[in-house]
């Protein structure tokens, strides 16, 4: 047995969820551009042949970009009296119509958000979370996740899996107990048939062997390569912030003399406060050794402590980047090297 | 163009060659078709990879202030008419000392496919070389010759059309233009990252001893950022639009930029990057200024 969805249905999934009360995430236009956006309306979804990647992934929706953790006011006496926000009366939301390689993103962003300390932020909101990926029939210029150890259908982090086939249906793959209650819930709108229809699936030869690079990163610390690829790198976020994996924030209090915020708001690496110690010492000084932390954070310290890499290939970064910093070019060029 | 490239070519790998500069930026072959991206080269060897096409959008000027470039000696750079703007505001504020630049020019027809808006307007197709009067920013080296005409001094209605339209929108509207623009940025500062002219080693949003401006991405920490960025370009923004290139939340950043230069021309009679010579409006004040907060 096997389960299909039409475009049509899959409209009218965004739709009823909509009326259930969901927050439904899925790729709008935004003045000239393709957001995830969370819809008010099932016809701001845009169907799949029209994109390939939202400018951004939609990371923003399990950690937003900008976040009150903790509220403050002086009461009674100016003692101080603290509250968290509260995020149970949150809505279920579901991403609809994202892409293997963003869906992928959330195994691996579980592991550092749960790691030393669990972050009630983003799983509550991981945990309100489902997700509904379409696999590539096309591939983007700058797409590399077969590279990056992933596929144009991979099921990581989806919990229902659509693939293309004729006819503008979509084969459904349920792959988890979330997945498989929205089939259930909203089980009028799939349709079961004996076999799964023949399904399209983009092809893309990988650019390199990710295998090789950590052996070359573990050796190459200091070597001339990170000045000579990385001197143009202009020091801005735009490649963290459209990343699905980049997770490092900072923390910082907005307040006056009657009460305020703690916020917890994206930073990145490539900054040069990023890593500024209060004694007014940088041990990352230069722009290279910052573009050489985030390759290495990705690619070496990540899979080290977690078993998996930081990056799944979406190409953003490249694409982002004002100077065309290319990460899979760089990745290409460290794999051709010897160890 | 495919002579420009030879010339620029053999130029930068005679320059490293000979030890005149140790460091050429210029432009190289971009991850996909249609982008190029900044080239900095270090051994005339490399010279071959050097690029010069439609696609040469980036302002190189910023890497002037960069110490990752200047830490290698001396820089030897492209730039267009546009750019070269940049280097006069650079050169104006101290921020660079001629002698440790060679600057060579690229006479350029416009960027871009389809043009830059911008490019329509060029006043500069073709750099000032050595025998450009005080006046103008003289490059060591003019490569080529531009077939597109300088477009014709526009007057000032033409010129800053854009920012009447925002500014004769009711206040109301105005302010939910802005809201819905800054409220989409993410404060990734790539409009910093990349102008030349935003060169501070710590930036006013850096500062937090005290915390002057919010640095977390809601709208009124956005505004903040954006209005503050703006005055603080203002009489120096050359116009290059990098900044709104560079953007990706796509805000029209150019408009802010636009309306500083509007209100310098009208007040100072002054257009940043225009004449190295020329005293920069906000460096500058005359004790029989009509202001009394001057005295």
């Known amino acids: ?339 | 163009m495919a002579e420009a490239v030879e010339e620029l070519r053999a130029l930068a790998r005679d320059l490293l060659a000979k030890g005149t500069v140790q460091v050429f930026v210029g432009y190289g072959k971009g991850a996909s078709p249609g982008r190029t991206a900044p080239l900095i080269i270090t051994s005339a060897d490399r010279a071959a990879e050097l690029v010069w096409d439609k696609h040469c959008l980036n302002n190189l000027a910023v890497y002037l202030t960069r110490s990752e470039v200047t830490k290698r000696g001396k820089v030897g750079i492209v730039v267009k008419g546009c750019d070269a703007r940049a280097v006069t505001g650079l050169l104006q504020e101290g921020q660079v000392a001629r002698e440790n630049v060679v600057i060579v020019g690229m006479s350029c027809d416009g960027m871009g496919e389809p043009l830059l808006e911008a490019c329509g307007r060029c006043d500069v197709h073709t750099p000032a070389g050595k025998d450009a009067d005080a006046h103008h920013l003289a490059c060591d080296y003019v490569i080529g010759k531009a077939a597109v005409p300088d477009a014709q001094k526009e007057d000032e209605g033409a010129e800053y059309a854009d920012v009447a339209r925002i500014e004769a929108l009711p206040l109301a509207e105005r302010w939910a233009f802005w809201q819905e623009q800054f409220g989409r940025c993410v404060r990734c500062y790539a409009c910093r990252q990349v102008c030349p002219l935003c060169y501070c080693k710590r930036c006013a949003v850096e500062k937090n001893e005290p915390q002057w401006l919010a640095t977390s991405a809601h709208t009124a920490g956005n505004f903040a950022w954006h209005v503050i960025r703006a005055m603080h370009l203002a009489g120096r923004c050359v116009g290059c639009g990098a900044c709104e290139r560079a953007c990706p939340q796509h805000i029209p950043l150019s408009l802010l930029n636009k309306k500083m230069a509007k209100a310098v021309l009208q007040h100072f009679k002054y257009r940043a990057g225009n004449d190295p010579t020329a005293a920069p409006a906000v460096k500058t004040f005359e004790l029989s200024d009509e202001n009394d907060y001057f005295r």
Not at chain 1, 80 to 108: H, K, M, T, W, Y
Not at chain 1, 165 to 189: H, N, T
Request: glycine share 8%.
């Open chain 1, 1 to 339: 047995m096997a389960t299909i969805i039409t475009a049509e249905n899959l409209k009218q999934l965004a739709r009823e969820m909509l009326k259930a009360g969901y927050r439904v995430i899925a790729p709008a236009k935004q003045a000239d551009l393709v957001v995830f956006k969370a819809i008010k309306d099932a016809q701001e979804m845009l169907p799949e042949s029209e994109y390939i990647l939202p400018q951004a992934s939609f990371k923003e929706f399990v950690f937003p970009r900008c976040e009150c953790i903790l509220r403050y006011r002086f009461g009674e006496g100016g003692k101080p009296v603290f509250e968290s926000p509260n995020l149970d009366g949150e809505p279920p939301q579901a991403v609809i119509g994202c892409r293997p390689c963003d869906a992928a993103s959330l195994p691996i962003l579980d592991k550092i958000f749960g790691w030393d300390y669990v972050d009630p932020f983003y799983f509550k909101r991981r945990e309100k979370t489902a997700v509904i990926s379409v696999a590539c029939s096309r591939a983007g210029e700058g797409c590399f996740c077969t590279s990056a150890g992933y596929a144009p259908d991979s099921t990581a982090g989806s919990d229902i899996l659509l693939k293309k086939c004729a006819g503008g249906k979509y084969a459904a793959e349920v792959l988890s107990d979330k997945g498989r209650q929205l089939a259930e819930k909203f089980g009028s709108l799939f349709e079961k048939v004996e076999a799964t229809p023949p399904v399209e699936v983009a092809g893309l030869n990988p650019a390199f062997d990710v295998e090789k690079i950590k052996p070359w990163l573990d050796k190459h610390f200091d070597d001339p390569l990170w000045l000579e690829i990385a001197a143009r790198c202009m020091g801005c976020g735009t490649c963290a912030y459209g990343c699905p994996t980049c997770h490092c924030f900072d923390m910082v209090d907005e307040g006056d003399l009657a009460g305020g915020c703690r916020l917890k708001n994206w930073d990145t690496c490539s900054s040069a406060l990023f890593t500024k110690h209060g004694s007014g010492h940088n041990p990352r000084s230069s722009q290279e050794q910052r573009y050489r932390q985030r390759v290495l954070h990705k690619f070496k310290y990540y899979l080290e402590k977690f078993g998996l890499r930081a990056c799944v290939g979406c190409g953003r970064c490249t694409a982002r980047c004002p100077v065309n910093l290319d990460l899979r070019g760089v990745l290409q060029t460290i794999a051709g090297k010897q160890a």
